[in-house]
């Protein structure tokens, strides 16, 4: 402990990266490879993220398929060889002192780090209508491959239009014995190929330009009530569990005002993935951007991760001093 009474990891690490998703593992091999050394910190304590909550990844260059367990614990596998340290660590907040970056946990732990990699992700957006905070964890669920196999042989709902919501939709068939998909447009924003999986499955039937206006139930999911939003007609609908997929928010509430965000909350970076604070960059689905998934994760990830090599490279040259923090940096060519 220190003389204040906060806890304070004794060694230096060369990078901390905050997040153990795919954009986090991606990130850690890189800087693993480099022979920097890395910690991994997860709120979890485990590798994955958002990964455990896919159930079939088809579309990542030269894997035909694979399990989003399977993968995990293939990249897990992976940084360890390079020996990379993963561990539990709820990150509360980061600063710059002087030329290191220090990583704070809600347990009262400082690590000491010359750079930082935010791999953070993001949460699954609520549709914020009544009944869904009530009947969360009773019927409510955000993750098909979480919850799916509670509902065998139920109605269920599928809410949202985009990959998410088909593919979950298209899974839930195993379980449910028939599958809604609502959506407030006339057609889903989803992969072609993921929605003629879903058009040609006798188990789902679209519900197109409708929302959900109320979830409802005695105890747990029963009903929803829904608006059509041409006619402004209202149906009730029977339903035993509600899956809802309609947008991502951004894990970003540890960055400060310093830190540029967008409309959306997404945090803003330079072509290097990196933030106005040198040394300290961000990576995968809490950037901001035009497309989420594991491929540009991964490569954002592998563009942090080379940048904050060349950044304590550059640093290891001037004597690591004082000095460095505030020195012109030299741009870096790829």
């Known amino acids: 402990m220190t003389s204040n009474g906060i806890a304070q990891v004794p060694e230096d690490w060369d990078v901390v990266i905050i997040g153990a998703g795919p954009a986090g593992m991606a990130a850690a091999l890189y800087t693993g490879r480099a022979k920097l050394k890395t910690l991994l910190l997860d709120r979890a304590g485990l590798g994955g993220g958002q990964l455990m909550n896919t159930e079939l990844i088809e579309d990542y260059p030269a894997i035909k398929s694979i399990t989003g367990s399977a993968m995990a614990d293939d990249m897990v596998e992976q940084i360890r060889e390079f020996g990379v340290e993963i561990t539990y660590g709820e990150v ?4 710059a002192r002087g030329n290191r970056r220090i990583v704070k946990t809600e347990d ?15 949460l699954p957006r609520k549709l914020d209508v009544t009944g869904e905070q009530e009947f969360a964890g009773r019927g409510v669920s955000y993750c098909a491959i979480c919850d799916g196999a509670f509902f065998k042989n139920q109605v269920l709902a599928v809410i949202g239009g985009g990959d998410s919501a088909v593919e979950e939709g298209t899974f839930l068939t195993r379980y449910g014995e028939k599958v809604y998909i609502i959506h407030r447009r006339d057609e889903w924003r989803a992969q072609k190929l993921l929605q003629e999986r879903a058009l040609n499955n006798p188990k789902i039937e679209p519900i197109w330009n409708t929302v959900v206006e109320e979830i409802g139930g005695d105890g747990k999911v029963q009903w929803l009530r829904l608006r059509d939003v041409t006619t402004g007609e209202e149906q009730r609908v029977d339903v035993g569990g509600v899956f809802i997929y309609v947008g991502f928010m951004p894990n970003s509430q540890i960055f400060g005002h310093e830190y540029p965000k967008d409309a959306q909350g997404f945090v803003i970076t330079d072509d290097k993935m990196e933030t106005p604070v040198p040394g300290i960059y961000v990576a995968g689905d809490v950037r901001s951007q035009y497309v989420r998934q594991i ?6 990830a592998t563009t942090a991760a080379v940048a904050a090599t060349r950044y304590i490279e550059e640093l290891d040259a001037t004597g690591d001093t004082e000095e460095a923090e505030t020195a012109e940096k030299v741009p870096v060519e790829y």
Do not use: L, P
Request: charged share 15%.
């Open 295 to 300: 491929s540009n994760a991964v490569g954002d």
């Open 92 to 95: 509360t907040a980061f600063e």
């Open 108 to 122: 009262g732990t400082e690590y000491v780090t010359k750079t930082v990699i935010v791999t953070t992700g993001g």
